[in-house]
């Protein structure tokens, strides 16, 4: 909500200072859209995200996940991108720019959630695909959101520049609070930033060699839900 409103401001800023009569009523329109579908974006926003925390917590459910992303990735690149329109094509370039760019921002606070989340996932790092807090699943579950709207290629990029500016620049203080919740609930709370680790936190050893205690599951779930109304 705070991010519509901010983006409501700045397009009725730029409506106004519009140089031309299309220029102006585009941005009209986009603001006249979101502001009606305000509510219904912010309860998509979170139902996507909600739904990824579901999965983190529910092993059958992340094979099936891991299952889907493989047999996916494993088809060849340039099909697929032959299969996209242009328009899909520049929305994954912009979309991939900003991912790259949040993700370089926030190294550092994002290695540290990284490993106290593969931690509490049983010592199976997450990636780009699964980690509910990874700049490019904010970015792809946006435009999830807004692509059944009735907006053209252009009036979405726009939205996306709104979204890198008063949403994806930040997230410094949500990394921070997810992180020093981690802390405080014991979950590697000595740990340091190192830019090259890319290995996943071995799992403490289990009281049992073939499934997750009770009590560790139910500790993880509480994690997680916590972690997801932040």
Same mark, same amino acid.
């Given at each position: 909500n705070t991010f519509i409103t901010a983006a409501n401001e700045y397009l009725f800023q730029q409506a106004e200072q519009a140089n031309d009569n299309d220029t102006q009523?585009?941005?009209?329109?986009?603001?006249?859209?979101?502001?009606?579908?305000?509510?219904?974006?912010?309860?998509?926003?979170?139902?996507?995200l909600?739904?990824?925390?579901?999965?983190? %917590?529910?092993p059958s459910a992340q094979a099936h996940i891991s299952k889907k992303n493989s047999a996916s990735n494993s088809k060849n690149s340039d099909t697929i991108l032959? #299969? #996209? +329109?242009?328009?899909?094509?520049? /929305?994954?370039?912009?979309?991939?720019?900003?991912? @790259?760019?949040a993700e370089a921002d926030y190294a550092e606070a994002l290695?540290?959630? +990284?490993?106290? =989340?593969?931690? /509490?996932?049983?010592?199976?790092? /997450?990636?780009?695909e699964n980690n509910p807090f990874a700049p490019p699943i904010f970015c792809h579950t946006f435009i999830d959101c807004i692509n059944p709207l009735s907006l053209d290629l252009q009036s979405r990029l726009i939205l996306l520049k709104l979204f890198d500016r008063y949403?994806?620049?930040?997230?410094?203080?949500?990394?921070?609070?997810?992180n020093l919740h981690l802390v405080n609930?014991?979950? /590697?709370?000595? =740990?340091?930033? @190192? @830019?090259?680790?890319?290995?996943?936190?071995?799992?403490?050893?289990?009281?049992?060699?073939?499934? %997750?205690?009770?009590?560790?599951?139910?500790?993880?779930?509480? =994690?997680f839900e916590a972690m997801r109304t932040i």
């Open positions: 009523q585009r941005y009209f329109d986009i603001r006249q859209t979101i502001e009606a579908e305000q509510t219904n974006l912010a309860k998509q926003f979170e139902k996507k909600s739904a990824l925390f579901a999965v983190l %917590i529910t032959s #299969l #996209l +329109g242009n328009d899909e094509i520049e /929305l994954n370039v912009a979309l991939a720019s900003m991912s @790259h760019r290695f540290a959630l +990284g490993q106290r =989340l593969a931690l /509490l996932n049983n010592g199976i790092k /997450l990636n780009a949403f994806l620049k930040n997230l410094t203080a949500l990394y921070a609070e997810v609930s014991r979950v /590697l709370p000595n =740990l340091r930033y @190192h @830019h090259r680790s890319d290995r996943p936190i071995a799992p403490k050893r289990r009281k049992s060699d073939n499934a %997750i205690t009770k009590e560790s599951e139910g500790r993880q779930s509480e =994690l």
